[in-house]
């Protein structure tokens, strides 16, 4: 007797299937979800397509086949432009899970046209690298309407490890800033001593052990000292030329409701030399070659 097949657990859209969306749709169809996703770029939209991903010509069209439609986007020109699409679909009420880092004003304008077109959105940015998503080690910082939150909680466990409710529309990318500042400050301080370890003569994978097991570990360091040991910063989790837009984002929001960011003021100067110095598209932890040209680190070549 053949196999009946799974029943699937829902239709999701996801709408941006780069580094961070694409790996959402991935897990999802693995959790077991039908999905539905569209990007501009070919090369997205062929992987997503490889792992079972349908794709939809554009947003309208994706729109009208999901009840639920999660955005990943680059920029909030892309979120106005998706959110434009979809309110002139004049489609019945879709729930809109916007998880890209922008500011909340940028967020709020998406909230209101969206809510005005008889919808729901959802604002819930997610904490984790390129890396993480792909493993499903994702939290989400899920803000807005409560019982959509909680009724989609199986979705979102469809491609992170947790969810958190932290109450009204907002919240979600206020926790995000607060997260991604202390990435921001811990990034390049596990360069900084990835760097003194280095040219004290030590290993850097000896480095990476002791480290990850002592007092002075962090998530960050875990995550990017790898990177640094290898010296190699490609392909990336996190480009340094998207990060850029979030400490932007971070710093405005510090600076509008008055707290001094001393420690992550210090970081800027390098992230800024990486974007000069060939590092845009590479990933964040390409601080620490920043940092060994500085400090006329040569690293002995590879056999």
Not at 51 to 75: N, Y
Not at 78 to 87: D, E, F, G, M, R
Not at 136 to 164: E, Q, T
Not at 188 to 193: G, I, K, N
Request: aromatic share 4%.
């Amino acid at each position: 007797m053949a196999k009946r097949p799974k029943r699937s657990k829902g239709m999701v859209g996801v709408v941006g299937l780069g580094i961070m969306g694409g790996s959402f749709a991935r897990n999802l169809v693995a959790s077991g979800f039908r999905v539905i996703g569209f990007d501009i770029d070919a090369r997205a939209r062929r992987a997503a397509a490889r792992a079972g991903v349908e794709l939809a010509p554009d947003v309208a069209t994706l729109a009208k086949k999901v009840p639920v439609i999660v955005t990943s986007l680059p920029a909030p020109q892309a979120l106005a432009a998706t959110v434009a699409a979809l309110v002139a679909a004049k489609l019945p009420r879709r729930v809109v899970v916007e998880a890209s880092t922008f500011t909340l004003a940028d967020k709020r304008a998406a909230q209101r046209a969206l809510t005005r077109a008889g919808h729901i959105a959802l604002d819930c940015p997610i904490s984790g690298t390129g890396a993480q998503a792909a493993v499903k080690d994702l939290v989400v910082y899920a803000s807005g309407n409560r019982a959509a939150i909680k009724k989609l909680r199986p979705m979102f466990l469809g491609f992170a490890r947790a969810v958190h409710d932290l109450g009204d529309y907002g919240n979600g990318s206020r926790m995000k800033y607060v997260a991604n500042l202390l990435v921001a400050i811990h990034n390049v301080a596990s360069a900084e001593a990835m760097v003194l370890g280095i040219k004290a003569g030590l290993d850097p994978k000896r480095i990476l052990d002791l480290v990850s097991i002592g007092a002075g570990n962090s998530r960050v360091f875990e995550l990017r000292a790898p990177l640094m040991v290898k010296n190699r910063y490609e392909p990336a989790t996190m480009k340094i030329k998207v990060w850029q837009k979030d400490l932007d984002v971070i710093g405005a929001y510090a600076d509008e409701i008055g707290v001094p960011t001393p420690l992550m003021d210090a970081t800027l100067p390098i992230y800024a030399k990486a974007m000069r110095t060939g590092h845009a598209m590479h990933d964040t932890a390409a601080v620490c070659a920043v940092l060994e040209k500085m400090a006329g680190v040569k690293r002995k070549r590879r056999r």
